[in-house]
T-cell receptor, first 117, second 112 residues
Framework: AQTVTQSQPEMSVQEAETVTLSCTYD???????LFWYKQPPSRQMILVIR??????QNATENRFSVNFQKAAKSFSLKISDSQLGDAAMYFC??????????????FGKGITLSVRP | NAGVTQTPKFQVLKTGQSMTLQCAQD?????MSWYRQDPGMGLRLIHY???????DQGEVPNGYNVSRSTTEDFPLRLLSAAPSQTSVYFC???????????FGPGTRLTVT
């Protein structure tokens, strides 16, 4: 079974600075997908970024980018120019690719990010 | 476009009561899932469905039932509520395994 580990329960960043959130995972599969989700106080789960394991290029979405290290099974999220609205809980998630029966997402326990003005 | 909708948003039950959490999506997605979120535990999969008429168990299925008679709806039934089922419940859907899941707004359930 796949596992996702987010070892830092909390992090803090100064507004306008850059912060990196760590995530590692364990799998024996070669083809899979990785996601970062944001959960603000409203409770809504919002997709931040998505990475396909077969792609070597790191995904980027505006101020959000990932550092995907497949051999190390590491998938960190970098937030540049942090804004107050980035304060939320962030979840790293893994999804198997090859079979519809394994289409479930496996989540890490999350990290709470606070942004200091 | 409503996306994924869940009702109710809040619910209080007494131990032993039964109820159904409703979930619907209007995106014609094949895949639907139910998760529960507990403090310090992340989201854990309860049940999921890969299409109408097909469901399977996730990580924490005990005490819950599901069915999928239509593509749009995926209700979650609590058979006999227990305090351990106090949690926030999320329904999610996606086009296929290759795509991100879209989440509903969640239901906060308290069992006393």
């Amino acid at each position: 079974a796949q596992t996702v580990t987010q070892s830092q329960p909390e992090m803090s960043v100064q507004e306008a600075e850059t912060v990196t959130l760590s995530c590692t995972y364990d799998t024996s599969e070669s083809d899979y997908y990785l996601f970062w989700y944001k959960q603000p106080p409203s409770r809504q789960m919002i997709l931040v970024i998505r990475q396909e394991a077969y792609k070597q290029q790191n995904a980027t979405e505006n101020r959000f980018s990932v550092n995907f290290q497949k051999a190390a099974k590491s998938f960190s999220l970098k937030i540049s120019d942090s804004q107050l609205g980035d304060a939320a809980m962030y979840f790293c998630a893994y999804r198997s690719a090859p079979s519809g029966a394994n289409s479930k997402l496996t989540f890490g326990k999350g990290i709470t990010l606070s942004v200091r003005p | 476009n409503a996306g994924v909708t869940q009702t109710p948003k809040f619910q209080v039950l007494k131990t032993g009561q039964s109820m159904t959490l409703q979930c619907a999506q209007d995106m014609n997605h094949e895949y639907m899932s139910w998760y529960r979120q507990d403090p310090g535990m992340g989201l854990r999969l309860i049940h999921y469905s890969v299409g109408a008429g097909i469901t399977d168990q996730g990580e924490v299925p005990n005490g819950y039932n599901v069915s999928r008679s239509t593509t749009e709806d995926f209700p979650l039934r609590l058979l006999s509520a227990a305090p351990s089922q106090t949690s926030v419940y999320f329904c999610a859907s996606s086009r296929s395994f290759a795509y991100e899941q879209y989440f509903g707004p969640g239901t906060r359930l308290t069992v006393t």
